[in-house]
């Protein structure tokens, strides 16, 4: 059972940059996936942000394009969100996810992540 955590969340301010980090534990090969959702108050859940474990293909939702990029240390297993000229919208928690096994293909969809960690607060002010 993999065990995800996030750190890296704190108050910032508008065009501000911040890196999230996710610790992987007890991680195997066997899921395809792991990606960045976020939940901003008051609202659903959102996706952010997926990458392929092994090829390191990715997939960034449109909101974010441009400003959000997500990558890997496999070696660590470790899984990063750099979040770069941040907006008072993306105030959120955000949350690292792992794909279920049998998923084979990066997506956005919250359905085929079967591990979450507990979250980290970004708070953007002005």
């Known amino acids: 059972q993999v065990h995800l955590v996030e750190s890296g969340g704190k108050l910032v301010q508008t065009g501000d940059s911040l890196r999230l980090s996710c610790a992987a534990s007890?991680?195997?090969?066997?899921?395809?996936?792991m990606g960045w959702f976020r939940r901003p108050p008051g609202k659903e859940r959102e996706f952010v942000a997926a990458?392929?474990?092994?090829?390191?293909?990715?997939f960034v939702a449109n909101s974010v394009k441009g400003r959000f990029s997500i990558s890997r240390d496999k070696d660590k297993n470790m899984l990063y969100l750099q979040m770069d000229v941040l907006r008072l919208e993306d105030t959120a928690m955000y949350y690292c996810?792992?794909?279920?096994?049998?998923?084979?293909?990066?997506?956005?969809?919250?359905?085929?992540?079967?591990?979450w960690g507990p979250g980290t607060q970004v708070t953007v002010s002005s």
């Open positions: 007890g991680r195997t090969n066997s899921s395809y996936a």
């Open positions: 996810a792992e794909t279920s096994p049998g998923i084979v293909h990066v997506t956005g969809s919250a359905d085929a992540f079967g591990s």
């Open positions: 990458i392929s474990w092994i090829g390191g293909g990715t």
